[in-house]
């Protein structure tokens, strides 16, 4: 019983912490979420699930935004997962320069979103940059990347990728250095090509940390908001609003504070849907 | 997540209500300069306060300008509202409206020597409604066409003040200046306020030549965007971005103030970066057009919160701050809203950095300007014109159907 009491009292700060600043918050977001209630006035009245309605029938914005998380997500995932598996085969290995190369690739993870907003920003610029002066000595005249709708999102989900893919790069490296290379050399023996070890075994020995990566990239891509804040604004003609950044618009530019909890549930649910859906596969794929 | 931040702040700014002042006679005043010259006029204002309430101190807590309206929001949805503070222009209708603010009338009438009816008609047209006065404008600041000398003398162009000087000084004129600035030398002709008109300043873009040519963003409720005075004021930008390339272009920076844009349209609180600019510089009133002379004003204010601990102590602030005296005082920064301290010459001699002959520039704008449109739903209004605006600003955009779209958008708002 003692013994009890003290446990309790040791996790206590955590878990007032834990209370007051993250489940009260949750519970009260859903509160919220049935109420139109403007900040400003200060005037909430309770309307049951007519935001949640509005939000999936009558506004057409909604699905725009969703739209748009889904393409970035889309994008983003595959594109950063694959880079960071390459990136990590080609530099696992002890080698020259291996630690070095690591260390470029995962600075960008480490600098600041708003440093690094800005500075893609004037490399995206159209004529003046140096990303359309790079194509065009090679006789392509680049895009107004950051002021054509479907450019800018490409343009955002690559420099995103570029920023965030040493962490993956670091999760695959830290995987890859548990397989035993005994593996390997047993393969190698026996006359394996290199395709061979990795499709047989690395890709297979990688699937657990695969799925947590994909797991933890796909959430993150759902709730991007800084680099889209920073980079786009959700312009041109909301080519790149997603649904983080809807909702802070609702919120803390109209002061909607009811319709904005009301899409941040939304947003909660597609993220927990999309998370299951991917254990459920990585469940059945293990069977 | 978002939702999960969302609670928190809230949460945040709940435990900050118990750690409020223990003075019963501390007016909070929140701002959005930090700059020092400015805070140290304020506080001399604070000071000569306490000649008649000796007990009474001022805090000014300044917010950033970007941050402004949303955290001033938080401190009034927290529970925790300043006393008084600054509002810019296009959010008083929101804040009037949602009874936030309180009527300052009673009070200023009530003070003795202030007439009231020395702030000009136009500069108090945003602030007050059916002879209640939610704000007193402390900056009544118009636009100003800023322009590169050197550069002008390099193309071997008359300048803007004396083209205006002449009475030349119209859309066509400057569309033409413009030009041929970007063929004598290379800079750009003319770069948006900020070089934002396509994103954060789309109103300061479009309304001048708008304004100039007759037509208004809206009027009453009708949206006044795809009327053919705009259309045509609008087109006229269209063409000098895309067919002269003589204005900075979206995803293009220009930057007037290192000297790569030969003119920018600005308020001259900005004439404090040109000391640093390195090359000579002049002001000048905007391009006239259909419409003759038509000065766009940018303003802020000064208003109580109606919730407020020293609500009626606060009013009695504003009332010192925006005396005949301290109006004066403010002009060196803030252009005034009191036509007796417009019409001296004290005003066009208060600004170090510009010449008296400039400055009739300015004080001549804020006789006879307008306010920049604005409106309850201010937010929303923008946000809804943002995607349309952009679509306009492509090179082979149609003018009259993207604004038509502007004005679909808007519509159901206004």
Known sequence: MREAIEAWLFV???????LIFFLGPLIAVFFY??????????????????????????NPDFWHVIRNSV?????????????????????????????????????????????????????????????????????????????EPDWAMVAVIVTRVIKMVGLNMILYIAALQTIPRDYEEAARL??????????????????????????????????VFDHIYLMTGGGPENGTLVLAFYIYEQGFKFFNVGYASALAIIMFFVVLALTIVQLALRGRNAR | MKAARTGLIISALAAGLMSTSAYAAELRVTIWTGNEAHLAMLNGFAESFKAKHPDVTVRYETIPPGDYIQKLTFQ???????????????????????????DLAPTLNGTEGYDFADFSAPAMGLWQRDGKVWGVPFS????????????????????????????????????????????????WGFE?????????????ALMPPIRAYGGDAWSNTECGFDKPEAVEAV?????????????????????????????????????????????????APLPTGAAGEAPVIGQAGLVVFANAKNKDLAAEFIAHMTSKENVATMAQFFPPARKSVLSGDAFITSNKLIPAEQMKVVADAIAKGQVLPSHEKSPQILAAMKPRVDALWRAEANVEESLKAVCAAIQPLL
Do not use: C
């Open chain 1, 33 to 58: 979420s049935m109420t139109e209630w403007n900040l400003l006035s200060q005037q909430a009245t309770f309307v049951g699930l007519d935001n949640f309605e509005d939000a999936l029938t009558r």
């Open chain 1, 12 to 18: 206590s700060p955590i878990v007032t912490g834990f």
């Open chain 1, 190 to 223: 026996e006359g394996a090509s290199n395709w061979q070890i990795f499709s047989t075994i690395i890709w297979p020995l990688l699937a657990p940390i695969t799925l947590i990566i994909m797991v933890i990239t796909s959430i993150g891509s759902f709730k």
């Open chain 1, 71 to 147: 393409i970035f997500a889309a994008g983003l995932v595959p594109l950063n997962m694959s880079l960071a598996l390459v990136l990590a085969l080609a530099l696992s290995r002890p080698s020259f320069g291996a630690v070095f190369f690591r260390t470029i690739f995962f600075a960008p993870v480490v600098t600041s979103a708003v440093a690094w907003a800005i500075v893609w920003k004037f490399l995206l610029q159209n004529e003046a940059g140096a990303v359309n002066q790079i194509l065009a000595l090679v006789g392509i005249t680049g895009p107004n990347w950051l002021r």
């Open chain 2, 192 to 204: 948006f306020k900020d070089g934002q008109g396509y994103d954060t300043r789309i109103m300061h």
């Open chain 2, 235 to 283: 087109q006229q930008l269209h063409d000098m971005v895309f067919k002269d390339k003589s204005i900075v272009p979206p995803g293009e920076s220009g930057d007037y103030f290192s000297g790569n844009a030969a003119m920018t349209i600005n308020q001259i609180s900005r004439a404090s970066l040109m000391s640093k600019a390195g090359f000579n510089w002049g002001i």
């Open chain 2, 140 to 187: 009544t600041s118009p636009f100003v066409i800023f322009y590169n000398k050197d550069l002008f003398d390099k193309a071997g162009l008359e300048d803007p003040l004396a083209l205006a000087g002449k009475g030349e000084w119209d859309m066509v004129k400057f569309q033409q200046t413009a030009a041929k600035l970007k063929a004598a030398t290379g800079k």
């Open chain 2, 76 to 102: 009034l949805a927290g529970g925790n509202p300043p006393d008084a503070g600054w509002m810019f222009e296009d959010a008083a209708s929101t804040f009037a409206n949602a009874g936030v603010l309180i």
